[in-house]
């Protein structure tokens, strides 16, 4: 498996392995690392941070299957594993057989790229760093490959294609040159969610009442499907979703049309049936429910830090194909304005 990858069995003595490869492309000897042996025995016994250089060595955890590694690990790049029955190794942040992008994400990985960059001045790091997707105490940012579940190259190539002059790269990492291009090329590209949207009109319940309940079957549906709601993944859209600091002006005196109370969910749930709402197309929605396809959204809320909400660009995406359009301006401007006071 090792040789089919190009990598170099260079010598073994039982306790430490020395690997060499893959082979560079151009000619000249592949570098050889030896890593110090972990076994799957021994991470139950002792834990992975034991064992991390016990030996003076990075540590190569071997093991039966991937699925068998604590999240952590796995989540890291940088972390070498052998998995021998699933057939498949990572050695220095590459991985073999190469892991293909999941088709419904390739669609949606570039522009959830744009709305990381957006989020904060950065500078990004394309690789490397911590394995957590949170944001630290310390402010320091994980990589742009943590976060979109990508290896290095694949991110390098979704930089590339972003509008040319919207991101620029310096020593310390990726930043947005120009926030505004980016912005209205995700909102003039950016596809929809996709995935299932039910739409729900009430029977005259006033629209606290569609918020309330919308979160109350929300979290009843989570309980049903995985025992807690602590574990749903839900995010409130549309005009909820906008911070009232992003309102300004006349608009936010008069409001304006408002749309529907919109919810993006990862369990649907009929139960409006029960408190008399029906089902309808969804420019007569007063409450809509989202599975969406784009499940980089749950990421993309957290790095704007909207434990809550939908990013500010999902959420202007939701605002423009429905009544509350006008709002969308207010909210790319107060976007923009949180960003600028983040680098003060």
């Known amino acids: 498996m090792l040789t089919e990858g190009g990598i170099e069995v260079a010598s073994v003595d039982g306790r430490t392995l020395m690997l060499g490869g893959p082979r560079p492309a151009t000619s000249g000897?592949?570098?050889k690392t030896r890593y110090?042996?972990?076994?799957?025995?021994?991470?139950?016994?002792?834990?992975?941070?034991?064992?991390?250089?016990?030996?003076?060595?990075?540590p190569l955890y071997l093991v039966d299957h991937v699925s068998s590694l604590p999240p952590a690990l796995t989540a890291d790049s940088r972390v070498a594993y052998?998995?021998?029955?699933?057939?498949?190794?990572?050695l220095s942040g590459r991985e073999w057989p190469s892991r293909p992008e999941p088709r419904s994400r390739a669609r949606y990985s570039l522009f959830a790229l744009a709305r990381i960059l957006l989020a904060r001045p950065g500078p990004w790091k394309q690789s490397g760093g911590s394995a957590?997707?949170?944001?630290?105490?310390?402010?320091?940012?994980?990589?742009?490959?943590?976060?979109?579940?990508?290896?290095?190259?694949?991110?390098s190539q979704l930089l590339a294609a972003l509008p040319e002059g919207t991101v620029e790269k310096t020593a310390k990492g990726w930043s947005v040159a120009e926030f505004d291009r980016l912005w209205a090329w995700h909102r003039s590209k950016y596809m929809g969610?996709?995935?299932?949207?039910?739409?729900?009109?009430?029977?005259?319940?006033?629209?606290?009442?569609?918020?309330?309940?919308?979160?109350?079957?929300?979290?009843?549906?989570?309980?049903?499907?995985?025992?807690?709601?602590?574990?749903?993944?839900?995010?409130?859209s549309g005009y909820e979703a906008v911070p009232l600091s992003s309102l300004s002006?006349?608009?936010a005196s008069?409001?304006?049309?408002?749309?529907?109370?919109?919810r993006y969910v990862s369990h649907a749930s009929t139960r409006l049936l029960e408190h008399g709402y029906a089902p309808c197309t969804p420019e007569l929605a007063d409450v809509q429910f989202i599975v969406p396809e784009d499940d980089t959204i749950w990421t993309?809320?957290?790095?704007w830090g909207a434990s809550h909400r939908t990013d500010p660009l999902i959420t202007a995406w939701e605002l423009k194909t429905g009544p509350g359009a006008w709002a969308v301006g207010s909210l790319m401007k107060g976007s923009k304005r949180i960003r600028i006071d983040e680098q003060q």
Do not use: C
């Open 132 to 155: 957590d997707s949170d944001v630290t105490a310390d402010g320091s940012l994980p990589s742009l490959s943590t976060l979109l579940g990508l290896g290095q190259p694949r991110v």
């Open 36 to 58: 110090a042996l972990v076994a799957a025995t021994e991470l139950s016994s002792s834990g992975p941070a034991v064992n991390l250089f016990r030996r003076g060595y990075p």
């Open 300 to 303: 993309t809320a957290k790095v």
């Open 249 to 251: 002006g006349a608009n």
């Open 193 to 236: 969610p996709a995935g299932l949207r039910l739409s729900w009109r009430g029977s005259g319940q006033s629209r606290n009442s569609h918020v309330e309940l919308a979160t109350t079957i929300s979290n009843d549906a989570a309980r049903e499907m995985l025992g807690k709601a602590s574990d749903l993944r839900s995010l409130i």
């Open 29 to 31: 000897t592949a570098p």
């Open 82 to 90: 052998i998995a021998v029955k699933d057939r498949t190794y990572r």
């Open 254 to 262: 008069l409001g304006g049309p408002l749309g529907p109370v919109v």
